[in-house]
């Protein structure tokens, strides 16, 4: 008896090697000159699922992105690392997404998926930086979530159960949750396999296919087909039942007002205890100096 | 909140990017341009394994793309993985403890990926779960890794010998072996050398016995092995008692049991992250590879061209390297007002280091094209017995062809390796010396590649017959047949080059006394070389202005060495001969 895992991830712009060019007048981001890589911190969480999937014979690795057709690049690198099923969930109705709208039509097309045990997220994507959208997705979906996790300590396939790492200021603690279950990954304890050249060449040529019929997993058992030109899965709007209102532009509420380059200088840091208490009074003491308000 | 930003953190200079293939634009202007249809079609046989395994190519296209994909990967891993770790496996080298070989943490590390990779069945049929890569794919790959690291020597071992035993093993003993080699589970050895059987290898003493029951053991001792720590090693050993000389000699397929010690690990100039092991055998078990009597003449014969043609891209490798290192120095460093890269000295140098370079590598792409060719021919004999006969005249030429550019690329590219890291480390001056730079590793590590798998004097032992007996002109005149209008004039003088040549060869049969051409069989080898990387340049050159111009500069540079050798040979009075007696005594 396997894991059922899902992963998402996301193609980010390669905020690590920017150029001159890499911002617009505008302040925002060029990204027809920055190359599209992996985010980072997903292909941890990526690592994370597939080393489940090795320690658990049956277990299958789903991927998800939202994203532009050239998104199909980090699902076809998914392939080649190991994964058994990746989809693309991609639409003009999605555009112009925050990480509300982007966490809603994530949910929708996990619950898609169907059954799962695990949702893996990386902590956050190294564009945007919010680290919103895998908490906010396991809202969505209604189920626990641990985030910041360096490493898996135990998974009970039998009580449905997992132990988990988190890191937290100035150390660890150890959680214990029930599945289902969302995780954030950090890049700690998964350093990412390399892609395996077998897979590489057998999913070099997959391309995005609609598969309005919905989620078919029967090309899993007859991989000597040469299924893989169309292993990967498109998913639009309609295809993972989303409210269009929800989605895109019109589900997002954030709204970019302005971009300013900030340049930081270090001063006293202030440590908050994670306690109802000291939370409380230092969102307090941010309205009263209207840093936020 | 940016307590958790660890994504930003360097680690090691790693995730700079590199690519060690894509940043090689020579390697990149051969993958396009060479010729290597026919060995795709021979490999792959009516693509009959794309029904099997999907990972099979469906067409030559496929197929190249395939290689490109694979070498990218490769480059990859060497670039931005194994090269920042190798002045650190260099410093940590190999240890012996409990008796156990341990290797540098680097180097372990890049093993583990290449396992995961599932690189390192490179060459081996598909169904070993190998990808079934030709040779010259290889010797790009071996190129590549030992660019990064010179030491880094398991993945080229592993398909030598993993390659030796597809041939001539049984079909038990493949499937036994080949998969766990396939999946790098398992490291490996060849076993040949001992301390009174080096170059000559039909000294060899280590005793194989058989028991009652027809099982072989192994007693006695072997030196300098390469990864002698590997579970499974081919293993020379003599299994005719009282026979003394090759016909005594048997191979035999070894894996690791308490029957057998690392008795030490030697201290070396380079390669420090390649454990050299002495081992001792007493009472080994192992089974017997092929047939008895064969062990030297044939496949140990076999697994060292194999290992040669690797050697040479090890080699070719190192001087990449170092020639990258001096040409950025070079560059960037500044006396009397400007870059020393600007002073004629200098740049003769780097010129030089480069053509040499390019030399190596367009000369080990023929021959690997030449082994593939003979490989390829060999399995469509063994797969249709009944068109033996079609197959046997190619199969003869390109027998021949291999057995003479296989020692002839492995001394070149050794050589020019060797002087390729002398001259960087001339070029960065005093700095070169110091260990902060990489070029005195590249020195060090250069030096063993022109002595193992047999010296250079040996692969001119190897080559001289081809030279002398004609194959050499029979290639000579089929290139001629090839279109050189793009470089008439470069043409031409090479042809003056080649008169000078055959005159010696002529000259050389009419000298009496067997010693004659013994003596300058180096010389008559090294004209030769020269001449088939000359053709080979103007066949490139007909793809590329560059590279008719590097053609250009190393005809210029050969004309007066062949003539040099041809005066020396047909008018000196070979005095070194009838006098070195009384000279060193």
């Not at chain 1, 895992?5 to 990204?31: F, H, S, W, Y």
């Not at chain 2, 394994?49 to 395939?66: M, N, T």
């Not at chain 2, 040549?501 to 002529?506: I, N, P």
């Amino acid at each position: 008896m396997g894991l059922n895992l899902i992963v998402l991830v996301k193609q980010v712009p390669d905020t690590q090697n920017v150029g001159g060019d890499a911002m617009k007048e505008d302040g925002t981001v060029n990204r027809a000159v920055l190359p599209a890589i992996f985010n980072p911190e997903d292909l941890h969480a990526l690592e994370a699922a597939l080393v489940l999937k090795d320690e658990n014979p049956g277990s299958k690795v789903h991927i998800i992105t939202m994203g532009p057709p050239s998104a199909v690049q980090v699902l076809k690198d998914s392939l080649y690392r190991g994964a058994d099923f990746v989809a693309l969930i991609s639409d003009r109705k999605f555009a112009g997404a925050d990480t509300l709208a982007t966490s809603y039509a994530l949910k929708c097309a996990i619950e898609k998926v169907g059954d799962y045990d695990i949702v893996f997220c990386g902590r956050q994507a190294i564009d945007g930086d919010t680290a919103q959208v895998g908490p906010q997705t396991a809202e969505k979906l209604g189920i626990n979530q641990i985030t910041n996790v360096s490493k898996i300590e135990n998974i009970d396939i039998k009580k449905k159960e997992i132990e988990a790492r988190r890191s937290i200021e100035g150390g660890y603690e150890i959680i214990k949750a029930p599945f289902p279950i969302l995780l954030t990954v950090t890049d700690e304890g998964y350093p990412p396999r390399p892609p395996s050249v077998i897979r590489v060449m057998t999913y070099k040529n997959a391309s995005a296919e609609m598969t309005e019929a919905g989620y078919d997993e029967s090309y899993i058992d007859s991989s000597i087909d040469r299924i893989s030109e169309t292993a990967i899965n498109l998913w639009d709007i309609n295809a993972i039942n989303a409210d269009v209102e929800s989605c895109g532009l019109a589900g997002s509420p954030t709204k970019v007002k302005e971009i300013e380059s900030i340049i930081l200088k270090s001063e006293d840091i202030k440590m908050v205890e994670n306690t109802e208490d000291s939370i409380s009074g230092m969102v307090h003491e941010l309205i009263s100096d209207h840093t936020l308000g | 909140m940016t307590l958790f930003r660890s994504s930003s953190k360097p680690s090691r200079q790693r995730g700079s990017m590199e690519n060690f293939l894509l940043d090689n634009e020579d390697i990149l202007f051969h993958l396009e341009n060479m010729d290597i249809d026919r060995i795709i079609t021979q490999k792959e046989d009516k693509f009959r394994d794309a029904k099997r395994y999907p990972y099979a190519p469906v067409d030559i296209a496929d197929a190249r793309d395939s290689y490109n994909k694979v070498l990218s990967i490769i480059g990859e891993i060497s670039g931005d993985t194994l090269a920042p770790l190798a002045a650190e496996i260099d410093e940590e080298g190999v240890e012996l403890i409990n008796g156990e070989v341990k290797y540098a943490k680097g180097t372990k590390e890049v093993l583990d990926i290449f396992a995961k990779a599932d690189l390192m069945g490179f060459s081996l049929p598909r169904k070993y779960n190998g990808l079934n890569f030709p040779a010259i794919m290889l010797s790009v790959a071996a190129e590549i890794v030992s660019r990064a690291d010179g030491s880094f020597l398991n993945f080229g071992l592993q398909q030598d010998i993993g390659e030796t035993l597809n041939k001539f093993g049984s079909d038990k003993q493949k499937q036994e072996v080949l998969p766990q080699l396939a999946s790098g589970e398992i490291g490996c050895a060849m076993i040949l050398t001992e301390p009174d059987a080096g170059s000559d290898l039909q000294a060899v003493n280590l005793r194989a016995h058989q028991s009652a029951s027809g099982q072989w053991f192994l007693n006695g001792v072997k030196r300098f092995i390469t990864n002698g720590n590997g579970e499974i090693s081919l293993v020379l050993a003599r299994s005719e008692e009282g026979q003394t000389g090759a016909r005594g000699l048997s191979f035999f397929l070894y894996r690791r049991d308490e029957h057998m010690k690392i008795r030490r690990l030697e201290h070396k100039l380079g390669i420090h992250g390649s454990p050299t092991c002495e081992l001792q055998f007493n009472n080994a078990p192992v089974v017997l590879v092929g047939e008895r009597k064969r062990g030297l003449s044939k496949y140990t014969m076999w697994l060292m061209n194999s290992a040669r043609l690797g050697i040479a891209g090890q080699a070719l490798g190192i001087a990449e390297s170092a020639y990258r290192e001096a040409d950025k120095y070079a560059s960037e460093r500044i006396q009397f007002g400007k870059s020393v890269r600007e002073f004629p000295a200098v740049y003769e140098m780097l010129t030089e280091m480069k053509i040499s370079i390019e030399a190596g590598r367009t000369l080990l792409y023929e021959t690997a094209r030449f082994v593939d060719m003979k490989e390829g021919l060999e399995e469509m004999q063994e797969r249709y017995p009944d068109r033996k006969a079609e197959f046997k005249t190619d199969l003869k030429r390109y027998s021949r062809l291999s057995n003479l550019f296989t020692p002839i690329v492995k001394a070149y590219n050794t050589e020019m390796a060797n002087k390729v890291t002398y001259d960087a480390i001339q070029i960065h001056g005093g700095t070169g010396y110091m260990q902060e730079f990489g070029v005195e590793r590249h020195y060090r590590d250069a030096r063993i590649t022109n002595i193992y798998e047999g010296t250079t004097q040996l692969q001119v032992v190897a080559a001289i017959g081809g030279v002398t007996s004609g194959t050499v002109i029979s290639i000579m005149d089929e290139y001629e047949s090839e279109d050189f209008s793009h470089a008439e004039n470069l043409h031409k003088e090479l042809l003056k080059a080649r008169h000078d040549f055959e005159k010696t060869l002529v000259g050389v049969k009419d000298v009496e006394g067997p010693d004659f051409v013994t003596y300058h069989a180096r010389r008559l080898v090294e004209m030769a070389t020269d001449l088939i990387i000359a053709y080979l340049m103007l066949r490139d050159a007909a793809h590329s202005d560059r590279k008719k111009k590097v053609a250009e500069i190393f005809i210029e540079k050969m004309l007066p060495r062949v003539k040099m050798s041809a005066s020396f040979i047909l008018e000196g009075k070979a005095s070194l001969l009838a006098n070195y007696k009384e000279v060193i005594g």
